[in-house]
């Protein structure tokens, strides 16, 4: 990242998306951008002031006529010098204007290296910078609203008002160790639980807001499985609302994988249509079956589908033994309609929801079945768009929290402890962090973000 005397290097990429449209913007930032705004357009313009110029290259031929943005440091999104410049929606003429901002003195950015600087330079915590990615790749409507909570700061708020307090109770307990030999008298104690237990209901709270968003932002795999003919194909096209799957009358239909993007309740959905289980007799849909249980591996939620008329075969009881241990199932009687019965739900391990994919009766109680198979809980608050890394720290400091409540009566390892639960909070906002998890976190962005 340049070296320390010369500041970094002033990045430059096309910072829309790749393909035609009607605007193309290409970015650049570092101290070289008032150089290369007069390189290019002949003129530094008013900061941020939309100003209509032309760009020529390097030898002055022209390439494009737009909009030239400049920012001055450190009012700007990386916190240092940014010129935007505005033109065409074309990938040729975007390329010509990129390669002009290199030959003025810019280099290529990576990924994520403008929102890299905005977080090196104060402008942006980690947990927002993280958003700012998450908020881009939102699937739903919540997940993007619940990224934009994050991005503008309202998790890293939450996580700092646990520090707070963490930071207040260490500084209590500092003191007892400060004084050795006097006896931690019992009101102290209490009181110092009373606190703990406080911050302990806030971090309770904290967790369950980022486990919901966690699961707005990836989002939950769910495969259909079962024998042929028991109406998989159709129960996908129902969930999907349109005929995404060829369904006939005929076993072995499905050969290869269809997959479709759904929203329950704005939860994003990715549910895989797989080709039926059975002893194939064809290559194709042996092929096909593979697939299918390399699906069912990778799956959060397994829909078990079995045919109601005939209930849970021998066949279907083979199937489900070799379901990962550790899979969500739900098992769907389907086809109730050709027996009359009327659609329900039946609570246990694994739930049952008998319906039909043609008539539809029953959809909506496997909607709500696979939302609570998933784990997504009815919140009051709303959630905070979360990564694994957070949930995992949130964790940690969990239970460093519960170890030192049963350290009440030894100042120093319940001061320990507080401390281990503190360092694991300010790694989500990137108080500590090291050089490899920002080069982890920001190596994922886009290009020109
Ligand atoms: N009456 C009734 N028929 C259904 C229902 N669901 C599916 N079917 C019929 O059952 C047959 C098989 O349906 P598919 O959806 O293709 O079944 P599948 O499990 O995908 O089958 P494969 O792809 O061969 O594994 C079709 O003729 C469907 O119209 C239902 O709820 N009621
Ligand atoms: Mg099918």
Redesign the pocket.
């Known amino acids: 990242m340049g070296n320390a005397e010369a500041g970094p290097d002033t990045i430059a990429a096309i910072a829309t998306p790749a393909g035609r449209g009607g605007i193309g913007i290409v970015r650049v930032s570092g101290t070289k951008a008032p150089a290369i705004a007069r390189a290019l357009t002949g003129r530094l313009p008013p900061p941020r002031e939309a100003t209509l110029v032309a760009m020529t290259d390097a030898t002055g031929a022209r390439i494009d006529e737009g909009i030239a943005l400049y920012f001055p440091a450190p009012g700007s999104y990386t916190g240092e010098a940014v010129l935007e410049l505005q033109g065409h929606g074309s990938p040729v003429v975007l390329e010509s204007v990129l390669v002009a901002c290199v030959d003025a003195g810019a280099r290529l950015a990576e990924p994520g290296e403008f929102t890299r600087r905005a977080f090196l330079n104060g402008k942006l915590d980690l947990a927002q910078a993280e958003a700012v990615a998450d908020f881009i790749e939102a699937a739903t409507a919540q997940a993007a609203r619940s990224a934009l909570r994050s991005l503008t700061g309202e998790f890293s708020a939450a996580v700092g008002d646990l520090v707070a307090g963490l930071t207040e109770l260490r500084a209590l307990t500092e003191a007892t160790l400060d004084f050795p030999e006097e006896e931690v008298d019992a009101e102290h104690r209490t009181d110092m639980q009373a606190r703990l237990a406080n911050v302990r209901r806030s971090l309770d709270l904290v967790r369950l807001r980022s486990r919901a968003g966690s699961l707005l932002r990836s989002g939950v795999n769910v495969v259909l499985a079962?024998r042929?003919?028991?109406?998989?194909?159709?129960l996908l096209n129902r969930l999907a609302g349109e005929e995404r799957a060829i369904?006939?009358?005929?076993?072995?239909?499905?050969r290869d994988t269809v997959r479709e993007s759904i929203a329950i309740e704005g939860v994003p959905f990715n549910v895989v249509?797989t080709?039926?289980l059975h002893d194939a007799r064809d290559e194709v849909e042996r092929i096909g079956i593979e697939r299918t249980w390399r699906e069912v591996g990778r799956a959060d939620v397994v829909l078990m589908?079995m045919d109601f008329a005939f209930g849970q075969t021998a066949e279907d009881r083979e199937i489900a033994a070799r379901l990962p241990q550790d899979v969500m199932r739900i098992d769907v009687f389907?086809?109730v309609?050709?027996r009359g019965q009327r659609a329900r739900r039946v609570e246990g391990a694994p739930p049952e929801v008998h319906l039909?994919?043609?008539?539809g009766e029953g959809i909506g109680l496997l909607r709500s079945t696979m939302l609570k198979a998933a784990g997504w809980e009815k919140i009051a608050e709303s959630p905070f768009v979360a990564r694994e890394r957070h949930l995992r720290a949130l964790a940690e400091a969990d239970a460093h929290l519960a170890a030192a409540a049963l350290h009440a009566s030894r100042p120093e390892f319940f001061a320990e402890e507080l401390r281990l639960a503190q360092a694991a909070l300010s790694a989500i906002t990137g108080e500590f962090s090291s050089d490899d998890l920002l080069g982890e976190i920001f190596s994922r962005f886009c290009i020109g973000k």
């Not at 042929?228 to 159709?234: D, I, L, R, T, Y």
């Not at 039909?356 to 008539?359: D, E, P, V």
């Open positions: 079962g042929p003919n028991v109406g998989k194909s159709s369904v006939t009358p005929l076993p072995g239909t499905t249509d080709a039926g589908v389907n086809k309609d050709l039909s994919a043609k008539t």
